[in-house]
């Protein structure tokens, strides 16, 4: 279900004070039950065992698979972050079995 993107690895978002932030794309993923797509954000240049704060949006790419930041939507249902945060979950536990 959730899969790591090789063709978007950063994406750059503006704050609402005009500041730039790199992000690295930690993995993008398609819910049947929403009918969406999303995308998980790491700030760029962070080690493996730091605690940080993962940013996820709703996440429309083009055909091709490209998009800006104006194609991330911020998550307003409840339910919709359940699953996300369920997703994650279940993707740092896998991950952590490889390490």
Known sequence: MAKQNPEIDKITLVDEN???TL???L??????????????LVPDG?????????QAYIF???ED?????EDLL???DDAEWNMVE?????????DSNFN
């Not at 962070?46 to 993962?54: C, F, H, P």
């Open 74 to 76: 911020p998550i307003e």
């Open 27 to 40: 993995f993008t993923f398609h819910s049947e039950e929403f009918d969406r797509s999303y995308i998980l």
């Open 46 to 54: 962070v080690e493996e065992d730091e605690q940080v704060d993962v």
């Open 65 to 69: 698979g490209d998009a800006t930041e």
């Open 23 to 25: 992000y690295e794309v």
């Open 18 to 20: 005009g500041d730039e």
């Open 60 to 62: 429309n790419p083009t």
């Open 86 to 94: 369920e997703v994650l979950n279940t993707f740092l536990d896998d």
